[in-house]
């Protein structure tokens, strides 16, 4: 028997009722992990038909990916603007180590989600991870302006004001500025020889 729905839902847009789907299920993957998201599961927080989800997502990693793009979105990646008008190296660093520690900890929930789920990696693997990882190297990159072709400093960045290092150190008891003020007293000083070092080579 045919589930019922109201004339409302029925004449809802088609993009609509995806991004309801999406939503349902980025709420399930957060509260159960990707073995709780069952097409029926998703269906009925979605308050949609499962055919409907299947004739939205009609491949198995369609709405894992759809899932994880509007986690990107929510999320809310910094971007290359948040250095206009800072024209020194410090500067930009400084302002890159608060906004992704500020970042670090609205994604928390879903960085221990795909620590602990390998189902999640595997479906989060491939273009969008690639793009994630491509805006983050970006970011590093404009922060570090002249040094961003030099792929000894931008090792040192990634590693230094990274996710694990961020939040080894929050893990050891640490609020999230004195975290932030740790990676900068270990990183600042080796950009700066680093950038000196490379304007006048021996």
């Not at 109201?6 to 159960?32: C, F, H, M, N, W």
Request: proline share 7%; hydrophobic share 45%; net charge negative.
């Amino acid at each position: 028997m045919p589930r019922p729905y109201s004339l409302g839902q029925r004449a809802a847009p088609k993009a609509e009722t995806r991004d309801r789907i999406v939503a349902a299920a980025l709420a399930i993957y957060l509260d159960r992990g990707m073995a709780g998201a069952s097409n029926l599961a998703i269906a009925r927080a979605a308050d949609v038909a499962p055919a409907t989800v299947r004739n939205h997502f009609p491949e198995p990693g369609d709405l894992p990916r759809a899932v994880f793009s509007a986690l990107l979105v929510e999320l809310r990646i910094p971007t290359p603007a948040i250095f206009e008008g800072l024209s020194s190296l410090r500067d930009r660093v400084e302002r890159l180590a608060a906004e992704l520690a500020a970042f670090y900890e609205r994604s928390e929930p879903w960085w221990r989600a795909y620590q602990r789920e390998p189902e999640l990696i595997n479906a989060w693997s491939g273009a969008i991870e690639q793009e994630y990882y491509g805006d983050i190297d970006r970011l590093m990159r404009a922060a570090l302006a002249e040094l961003g072709t030099d792929e000894r400093s931008m090792a040192v960045v990634a590693t230094v004001i990274g996710p694990p290092t961020y939040f080894g150190l929050r893990a050891r008891g640490l609020e999230s500025e004195d975290a932030v003020r740790l990676c900068l007293e270990l990183t600042l000083p080796w950009l700066e020889q680093r950038r000196d070092l490379l304007a006048h080579p021996a």
